[in-house]
């Protein structure tokens, strides 16, 4: 049985455990055993790693060096390259990633959003001219200088630990913040590992630092609510993104929050390859445990049993290809947890009680080993007020929802309290873009257009958060303007 290295907290330059030397077991969603240990930071700690961020923004020249901090982030990502199979195994044993998954989202888009950060960051505009304009009798100048924000809190899930955790930290750091990382209890490997690689990069100390528990909640109230982190950059569950919100008011913290979705994919009856649109559907990637997924699937009311049959066919023919650890041709694992199982099994169940129809899957799978496997799932007959079609599973379970016309699809697609990302297929790209652009939501695939990169903006409308990582606007995320005026005729410094 594989077996990681412990994760150790990472405060003000020193790679360490607990104050009081507490751990927790982290636990593989495959087996649903113990396969490591990770340090238990507490209240102080976090309060250290606060400090230490704090100071190293106010006391060294992190925030004004833009050469030296480019520099170092290009060499911490040489040794995130080097360290390329370690970080799939983590994806692997703490996130649950089949093999065939890994090179996608968890590792290989992870760093290549990286380089796509490191190559959209020199068109960043450090200062903008604003021009002249008469007042008081006299013309001033105006110029804005972009500044970093300060010190950041930067939350994040257990779902694609790595490409989130370096959406946050690259930006915040090329931004010329200073950095608190709070990872997900359950992936505390990946985050211990920012910390690790830090060291051995040899940042200033305090620039970074990696706090983790067992307690999910614990160190990341105390960065929403400490007067001395300047922003929270947070990507989890739209419950905890309102918390963290009502939480930061009192000290007016800036935040930047991702949430979940229940993206719409709508495949138009003209769509040139229907079965293929209709087919490749198939909520199973990392068992759907994916926020941009598109979990809703609008096919026309007129194609709706010709669907049907696709799907049949094609969960028919995915079978039991999945859950297999050894397996790399395989997509999907487990989920994440025995309470995400059970959630996951209480929809499905749910759906059933809603007068869902279940094409495929809708079992627990103790038979593919000790862990959380939940078949590959889709509900038929479903109407968009079920509560299967309005709340984020995030599991592998697709609902598919006829629609009468193109008004009526843009109708279903917007009736949601989310709007994150989405699809649209149409062999007349025209039609495909004017729905694409009536679609609330922050990202739409037009013909399965690749919506989603490192050097593009992502974030969500509506209760799918505010704000944008990656792409320039990811980075301008951490920054803040300000403007400075003289009258001209005065000599700028
Ligand atoms: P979660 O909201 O439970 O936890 C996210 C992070 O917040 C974790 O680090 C957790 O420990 C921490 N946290 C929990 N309670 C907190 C509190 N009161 N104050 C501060 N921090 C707290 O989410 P999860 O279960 O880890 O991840 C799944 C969710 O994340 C899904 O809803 C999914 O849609 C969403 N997600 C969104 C995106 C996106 O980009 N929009 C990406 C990945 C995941």
């Known amino acids: 049985m594989t077996t990681l290295p412990d994760a150790q907290l990472y405060i003000d330059g020193q790679l360490r455990g607990a104050s009081d030397g507490g751990t927790f077991d982290v636990i593989s969603p495959w087996t649903g055993a113990a396969i490591g240990k ?8 976090v309060n250290a790693a606060i400090a230490a961020a704090r100071r190293a923004f106010d006391q060294t020249d992190w925030a004004t060096n833009t050469e030296k901090r480019v520099a170092l982030v290009k060499k911490y990502r040489e ?11 983590l994806a692997i044993n703490e996130a649950g990633a089949a093999q065939g998954a890994v090179s996608r989202a968890h590792v290989g888009m992870a760093l290549d959003g990286w380089d796509d950060y490191m190559a ?8 903008k001219d604003y021009g002249e304009k008469p007042a008081f009798g006299m013309v001033h100048k105006r110029i804005g200088v972009r500044e970093p924000v300060g010190v950041v809190g930067a939350i994040t899930p257990w779902n694609v630990p790595l490409y989130v955790n370096i959406g946050k930290i690259v930006a915040a750091l090329l931004a010329g913040c200073t950095v608190i990382l709070k990872p997900a209890p359950d992936t505390p490997g990946m985050g211990a590992i920012f910390g690790e690689l830090a060291k051995e990069a040899g940042f200033p100390d305090g620039v970074i630092n990696v706090v983790f ?16 982190v300047d922003l929270i950059s947070f990507t989890g569950s739209t419950g905890v993104g309102k918390r963290i919100m009502e939480q930061g008011a009192a000290t007016l913290k800036r935040v930047f929050l991702e949430l979940g979705g229940k993206s719409a994919k709508i495949v138009l009856d003209d769509a040139p390859n229907f079965a293929m649109e ?55 694992g487990p989920v994440i947890s025995k309470r995400q199982m059970e959630r996951v099994k209480s929809y499905i169940d749910l759906g059933q009680q809603e007068g869902a129809t279940l094409l495929a899957g809708g079992n627990i799978r103790p038979d593919k080993g000790g862990g959380y496997f939940v078949e ?55 039609r495909a873009i004017n729905i694409a652009k009536r679609v609330r939501t922050g990202s739409m ?49």
């Open 38 to 45: 990770a340090a238990d930071a507490t209240a102080d700690d």
């Open 120 to 127: 959209v960051f020199d068109k960043l505009e450090w200062e």
């Open 278 to 332: 209709v087919g490749m559907a198939m909520l199973v990637f990392h068992a759907g445990q994916g926020c941009a997924v598109q979990s809703r699937l609008l096919v026309p009311r007129s194609r709706y049993e010709e669907a049907k049959a696709i799907l049949k066919g094609a969960y028919g023919n995915f079978g039991d290809n999945w859950g297999d650890i050894e397996n790399p041709a395989h997509i999907m």
């Open 213 to 228: 528990g067992a307690d999910p909640a614990l160190a990341g109230e105390m960065l929403v609510t400490d007067p001395r």
């Open 79 to 89: 040794l995130f390259e080097a360290a390329r199979p370690r970080l799939g195994e």
């Open 376 to 430: 590959p799932t889709c509900f038929v007959d479903v109407t968009n007020d079920m509560r299967i079609a309005q709340e984020e599973i995030f599991g592998p379970v697709l609902v598919v929802i006829p629609y009468e016309d193109d008004e009526d699809a843009v109708r279903i697609a917007n009736q949601s309290s989310y709007g994150l990302s989405g699809g649209v297929s149409s062999g007349d790209l025209d």
């Open 445 to 493: 695939s037009v013909n399965n257009g690749m919506c989603i990169a490192g050097d593009i903006p992502f974030g969500g409308y509506k209760a799918s958060g505010m704000g944008r990582e990656w792409g320039l606007e990811g980075i301008e995320e951490f920054t803040d303007v300000k403007i400075l005026a003289w009258p001209v005729g005065q000599a700028a410094a």
